[in-house]
Structure formats: C-alpha cells, structure tokens
C-alpha cells in the first residue's frame, strides 16, 4: 500500500511543478487515488496495524492536491476527477482547452 502512497504523493508533487505530461497521461496516473479510495473506505484495512497513519498521509496529500485543482470539467466525478489542475505544461493546458474548453496557465516547464 505504501507503493500506492508514494505514487499518489509524486503525482501531488508533479502536479504542483506544472505536470509537464498530457491530459491522458494524468489520467492514467490519476487511477491510483482510485485504489487509495476504495482502502481508506475499507471496514478490513481499518483495522491493520499502522492502517492510521497511512491514512494520515493520503489525507495530507489530498488536501495539498485539492489546493493545487482549477475547474471543474467533470460534474458527477470523484472530487480528483473532477477538476483539472489549475497550471500545468503547455501540452497538458492545449488538451484541457481542446477537449474541455477551458483555459488554465501553461507552466514554463
């Protein structure tokens, strides 16, 4: 589960440097918060050893990448899935503004 964190939390950090990859590649990489979600609603995990703490670090990187997030593009989707971030790399920003029609800061990468 640690694999999952870490990779949640590198994702944080990228996004917060200006996700320098495409809309689909963010994407894909958005999938592990989906696995991280369906552990910390887990009645199993909540009883693990060290389970707390886990937690605790998905929670702290949740609301770093909550600050990080722009417009909504998606109604109706999980709350990391539903907006976009708010700056990102040029290629990403083209994306967002060709698939959504919404504008966001492209990022000097």
Request: proline fraction near 3%; glycine fraction near 10%; charged fraction near 25%.
């Amino acid at each position: 589960m640690l694999g999952f964190v870490e990779a949640w939390q590198t994702l944080v950090d990228e996004v917060e440097a200006g996700y320098g990859g495409d809309l689909y590649e963010y994407e894909a990489e958005l999938l592990v918060r989906e696995d991280l979600e369906r552990a910390m609603v887990s009645s199993e995990l909540a009883s693990v050893d060290g389970w707390a703490s886990i937690g605790a670090q998905i929670l702290v990187a949740d609301s770093q990448f909550r600050e990080l997030l722009g417009p909504v593009v998606r109604e109706g989707s999980p709350w990391w899935k539903a907006r976009v971030p708010a700056r990102a790399g040029a290629e990403f920003a083209a994306d967002v503004q060709r698939i959504y029609g919404v504008t966001i800061e492209a990022s000097d990468e």
